[in-house]
């Protein structure tokens, strides 16, 4: 018998199923929040049609889609089905994805932590991660998104907040 | 800083640091278009700890890992030659010391018989030149890693074996395998890394970029080992210590091997004892003998030790004592903390007579034998530190 | 979870010492090898040889080579290798039409090392054609995505000639493709260069000017790298080292150029400023820079210098005892201990400012002080008061911002553009705190 062992990897299975259950809640939050809050939709505006990208973990992980399809945002789940994807989030490893997407560590936090690679032109890269932070003042409660985001904006009105959070709550159930 | 005689330096390694540190190694891996590693680990519960941690890690990842854990202090180059032939037919493409200490000694010279395809590692010399570049490897140190484990060196069978292409080319210090089980064995662990790292910050030529090293892990075990050594499951003090190791192999790799190091080599080859036990107990004589003799740097250690605001409060021409006096009264702690598990003099870590002699006839072949010897025999029976 | 948490002091430590900051999880890397000396570039042969190479292309452009630097290399290196190859038509901005001519050359003479001579620019084409030539790449641009590069490149040799970009020891290379209007930027560590070679003669000549905004370059990496976000221990001591030989030796190699001591340790401290800022990123300073940069054509370097004080400033309600830190490295012991601990930030940016006065003066008020004193070589003002809000807009397309400690948007970058512009402090009361 030989003295080297062989060890296959193991999965994480709830990992996994957290992470993907999250992206895909992430995704129908982004297409809702291009509907319902207006600097999520100009962001958007100013990306090219058919402008798709990606978020998801390494090697084979649970990724959700998001493209533009006549000026609407609109999820595509975690197959972008051979359209061109201008920008890729990659997450090295499904348990870096975990800690972000339990918000352990914000998206700028897992940047600057080498957690998070991004793949595409840096511009459009940066608009997608402000649309990823105003997606999670909405969907967290302000104790938790303000140690999420590097600046909770404290200046939007009640009305945004509110009338934001249901509107995005909604569609993301609803799925529209 | 009179930089002017020029200086050389190179860290060959990435450090990758803190929390699911480990999880990153897959994607590392194939940073390197490595998808077959070796993962060598010691024997005994605390490998087969570390191998159940690398094996969580890697959940997730699609690789098969191969996996020797069964390294011991017996380990030698008949050993290395077994493997290699095994990791040649494997096609292994990347080699992971789990673990320090023996482990990563095995790691380094097996990448090199692996990657030179050496007919029969029995033959290996530390003069075998290196002419391709080795496998990547990576170094995943536990609880007791001391720093050797980055550095450029390698012991095995009676051999050192020294080149920039042993280092690794990725240190991956996780808090998972940083938490330790005993006082002692955080201590020693600490006492060697800050050891070297003093020795190597000492040194008469300027050299800006081991001095950035070796001042964070100076500053690291200054900070951590009391609080490791209280409790070795302490995460941030555990942690802190793995970094002050691998930064401290770093900055010694590009130094001159400096006394403490040697004499706590050949008590650790010869008698098995832990290195920084012995610099322990050497330290106070040394560390006075540096004082004297003049062409150490000793003022730069204050800074490190004492902080900033100490640093600035202290006169430039105090702070070569003040630096002993502070390193004195830290080692006196560690001493009150555990007791009879830092021994103070061999006699006291139970060395008999004849064993000494065997370190003396070793050390005689140093260019520094005499003095070493000397050192040898001041803490035989623990003497006190000549002063001033 | 953690950010950056608002003000406040670090928690001390036994005797009131402030421990070392060790991030939950950080990432280093550096494995370029330092050569540094009064005849680093004697060297070269053998570090060529122990890498199986004897015939390096040597990559530089014609500022370097008029000022005689090349004739010194070629004379330090002497027969030893082949070293007789020399491109010297790196234009200022790197071309991917450059790039690809250069690996023909190399290609066609069977070369089989780059030797880089000069600044970023010329670092970056040096990167561009190892990537060509080591991968056999017909199109450049399938190498730029996140993890594209998997093994080592051919042996690469950096000899900067400014202190400095610190492009010697980065990972990344930009190159711009004129034709599509594209800039192509590479990220890995393949391409870090095998040796950063710094030997004094290279800056000997640089003239007082550009001198002053290269070492200010430097100054803007190491602080800018000690306070923003991906901050760590090994690059916290790198800038530490790198802020006071800069603040030190800049205003010397200024005055006397032909101080060798003072131009090896700027040389030294422009590299280890590199490797801080590569290993740590960095923000405001850097993101509204490359922004002035790109819309009025403004030195990379003059941006730095003028932008620095702003960048501690917009920052410092989130950052003030982090930049506190770095009075004793920068000032040493006299003006640490005459400064109570809650105004040494501040101090930090008041000797920042104070050493722009210095090279001002220097450079007899070449090196500009705020934006409205930037002129361009026919004299003109670089930088109109109504081009701002362009510069506020395009700042929000670069990446920097990631790592800037607070956020930033139009009108924040705005703000601090207007205090730069007019040379005033920020109204610190004015910065949106969230």
Known sequence: MSIIKDVPSGTKPFKRAYVAIFLWFTG????????????????????????????????????????????????????????????????????????????????????????????????????????????????????????????????????????????????TLLGI | MDLSAGFVFTCPFKTNSGNKALSHLPVELAGFNAARPLVVASAGTEGQKAVRILKSAFGDSGMTLALFDNVTQAADLGLVDHLKNLCLEKKVDAVIALGGGKAADVAKVLNLAVSLKTPDARQLLPETPIRVRLLPLVVAPAAGADGLETSRFAHLGRKVFSSESLAPVLAVLDPCLAKGKSSIGMAAAGLAALGRAVESHIQADQNPFRKAYSFAAIRFVRENLPAAVADPGNRKASLALLNAAAMSGCAFSNAAAGRLHKLGQVFYDLLGIPQGVIMAMCLPHILGDYLKEGQYDLAALFQPLAGDDAFARTPAGKRAEAACDLLNRFLKELQDALGKDLPKSLAEAGVPGYRKEEILDVLGADEEGRYLCGIVERVANGRPERKG | MRHCRAGGQRKTGKEGVIPMLLPDYYEFCCRVKIVAGHDALGKIPDLLIERGAKKPLIVTDKGVAGAGLIDIVSRAIGDRVAAGLIADDVPPDSDLRVVNRLARLYRDNACDSLLAVGGGSVMDTAKGVNIVVSENADDLMAFSGAGALNRHLKPLIAVPTTAGTGSEVTQVAVVKDHEKHLKMAFTSYFLLPDIAVLDSRMTLTMPPFITAMTGMDAMSHAVEAYYCLQKNPLSDAHARAAVGMIYRQLPLAAKNPEDRDSRLAMAVAACLAGIAFSNSMVGLVHNLGHATGSVCGVPHGLCMAILLPYGLEYNMHKRADIMAELLLPMAGEEVYLATPAERRAEKVVSLIRGLNEE???????????????????????????????????????????????????YEDNLLVLEAAWEGKPLDRTRVKKG
Not at chain 1, 141 to 162: C, D, E, N, T
Not at chain 3, 373 to 399: F, H, M, N, Q, T
């Open chain 3, 359 to 409: 090279l001002h003066a220097v450079t007899g008020g070449r090196h500009a002080r705020c934006l409205q004193e930037i002129r361009d070589r026919e004299g003109k003002p670089s930088v109109p008061r109504d081009i701002l809000p362009e510069i506020a807009r395009a700042a929000l397309l670069d990446g920097a911002s990631i790592y800037n400690p607070e956020d930033t948007d």
């Open chain 1, 28 to 171: 129908r939050a982004v297409q809702a929040a291009a509907r319902v809050d207006r600097e999520v939709k100009k962001e958007f505006d100013s990306l090219p049609e058919n402008f798709t990208f990606s978020l998801g973990c390494l090697p084979s992980g649970p990724r959700m889609v998001i493209g533009k399809e006549g000026g609407r945002v609109k999820y595509l789940g975690s197959d972008p089905k051979g359209r061109r994807v201008h920008v890729r989030l990659i997450i090295k490893s499904v348990d870096a994805a975990f800690l972000l997407l339990s918000f352990q560590e914000s998206t700028a936090l897992s940047t600057a932590r080498n957690r998070l690679m991004v793949d595409g032109e840096i511009p459009q890269a940066l608009s997608i991660i402000r649309v990823l932070n105003i997606v999670e003042v909405y969907l967290l409660p302000k104790i938790i998104a303000s140690l999420a985001v590097k600046r909770y904006p404290s200046w939007w009105s009640m009305g945004r907040k509110l009338g934001g959070r249901i509107g995005v709550y909604t569609r």
